[in-house]
């Protein structure tokens, strides 16, 4: 192995106190930000590592995050949670801590769980992935003063609890003022059924997309479950009308991937606009709203370690997605 | 939440003792193979869960493995780590042990993380994914007695330590006989540069069923880094031949494609399979060799917690995989 690196070969590497190099890494918030920055760097150049144990018993703290693993599925848009999950293990990683997986089938579930974890690890706190109308999970941490930060708002009360979230709803804005701006008029949108946060705010997106363009009439709207099968056949339906769309939104890759087969044969050619940026999206050329997710990951991170030092940041962070262009639209 | 589920409550739906399901949880290699089942099934319909702590002391054990995630990438085939991932923790879940993840820059790194997560977190073991030539971080563990297990063989001595593995030569053997079957004689290998264990042992299928049929002679094989752009360019100069291959054997699904794309204009149609299964495969209707990715993950946990109870299973499991049809091939 290489000579060890101490905190002292990183303080020289950076150019500052190795005080400052111990606030980096205990206490970063009280660090100035071009500061924290260069310490990082020679942290990630020379591959330090504080001693996590040494650490732990200086702060009486396991450093110790929980977020919940989705089972396996089909796959085109389970790598979303995949790259979040990779974000954060890497930024916890760099702050210090570690990520426990855990699995669960529901939401009772998933607070039988907690209280497992909470009995058996010393957890530090949970990063949430996904909230719900009515989230009961929630609650159940927020009542019990266990230390949270959900990837997704809490859709009835943004006070609630800390989050940090992407703008879905300025994703799909993007996409319809893109294909407004290259004349297109019929754009309709293939959405989830209503009544789940992130599929009813991609939609509004769209719609208000439209209305402030005077077009919301012109503006067929279809719902369904996610799915290849299930967007080729809404897109199917919507060119079998009598005015069909020239071009359309999905709420996801999935759905515009199907969206995509039904116009491979179409006399003019429509546009597709798919969401998330999957692997999938950037193979077949699909033109896909892309979440920031390490810096999501990076911000939960960031949003639970102020809550344990009792230094919060600002508690409710919606980052704003891009829209990466491909062939499709 | 429903009404609480105790082993008493599993018990009776299984139609055993207590004292069988508590031996179901803590000790299942003595319990018959017919009644395990019948408990697990037990348990999974009723959403049972042992309390973690409960069982903890009991035990004396944290129940807990560390396994390692990478850096995000770009993505086709990060996603078949990822996939191993969820079945990890969903099998270690059911098992009553967690998961626990870290990332580490390279060999020296991760050992040095070894030794930091040991003295913090009192771990059971390790799950290590993917083996190489000379792997120091395996004999690390070996010499100081910490238990873990390999996603992949030690491609030096295959006694080394438990392992579990996928035959990836049987994959390509698989596909290079459905090619030989459908006529093709010329059929191509792009794999990766010599050296790697899994990308030398998928091409060595390719090699030896060739052979098998006679023809070793007429088999031009290419060897490049991963990437769409690589597997493009590789496939451009074996079309640009003068005996150009009318079918090619891709060592990953990211080489494979990027060969799709090479032969989308020729005037004879050249067969494609790539290796792995991901989504993007499915997406686009590649033929492709799929991993049981669950079954490995399954047979990791299983071969742990063997270790951990003192009652060791088979050490070396080598999974067969499945070639998956489509259009390309």
Redesign the interface.
């Known amino acids: 192995?290489?000579e060890k690196v101490t905190i002292a070969t990183v303080a020289r590497h950076a150019r500052v106190s190795r005080q400052t190099v111990s606030n980096v890494l205990n206490a970063p918030h009280i660090v100035r930000e071009e500061t924290r920055r260069r310490v990082q760097e020679a942290i990630t150049a020379l591959?330090y590592?504080a001693?996590?144990?040494a650490r732990?018993m200086r702060t009486g703290r396991?450093?110790?995050f929980a977020v919940r693993?989705?089972?396996?599925r089909?796959?085109?848009n389970?790598?979303v949670l995949?790259?979040f999950?990779?974000?954060l293990?890497?930024t916890a990683?760099a702050a210090g801590y570690?990520?426990?997986?855990?699995?669960a089938?529901g939401d009772?579930?998933e607070?039988?769980?907690f209280d497992?974890?909470l009995?058996?690890?010393d957890l530090d706190g949970f990063v949430l992935t996904g909230t719900d109308h009515g989230d009961p999970r929630t609650a159940w941490l927020a009542q019990r003063g266990v230390p949270f930060v959900t990837f997704g708002r809490p859709w009835d009360d943004p006070e609630s609890h800390p989050w940090v979230d992407v703008d879905g709803a300025a994703g799909t804005a993007q996409a319809t003022q893109r294909l407004l701006d290259a004349g297109h008029r019929r754009i309709a949108f293939i959405g989830w059924p209503e009544g789940s946060g992130v599929g009813d705010d991609r939609r509004a997106g769209w719609r208000t997309t439209m209305a402030a363009a005077g077009l919301d009439g012109a503006a067929p709207c279809r719902a369904t479950e996610d799915g290849?099968a299930q967007g080729e056949r809404e897109m199917r339906e919507l060119l079998a009308t009598d005015d069909p769309p020239t071009a359309v939104v999905c709420v996801s890759d999935s759905l515009a991937?199907g969206a995509l087969r039904a116009v491979r044969d179409t006399a003019v050619p429509v546009a597709v606009t798919g969401f998330d940026d999957?692997?999938?999206a950037?193979?077949?050329g699909l033109t896909s709203v892309s979440q920031p997710?390490?810096a999501a990951a990076g911000r939960c991170v960031e949003l639970l370690t102020g809550l344990l030092d009792g230094q919060p940041t600002d508690p409710h962070v919606l980052l704003s997605p891009t829209l990466v262009l491909r062939h499709t639209a």
Chains 1, 2 share one sequence.
């Open positions: 192995m290489a591959g590592r001693n996590q144990a732990q396991s450093r110790l693993i989705e089972p396996t089909d796959g085109i389970g790598s995949d790259r999950l990779h974000g293990t890497e990683d570690r990520v426990m997986l855990y699995t089938t009772d579930d607070i039988a769980t497992d974890l009995g058996a690890y290849i991937l999957t692997p999938v950037a193979a077949i997710l390490a």
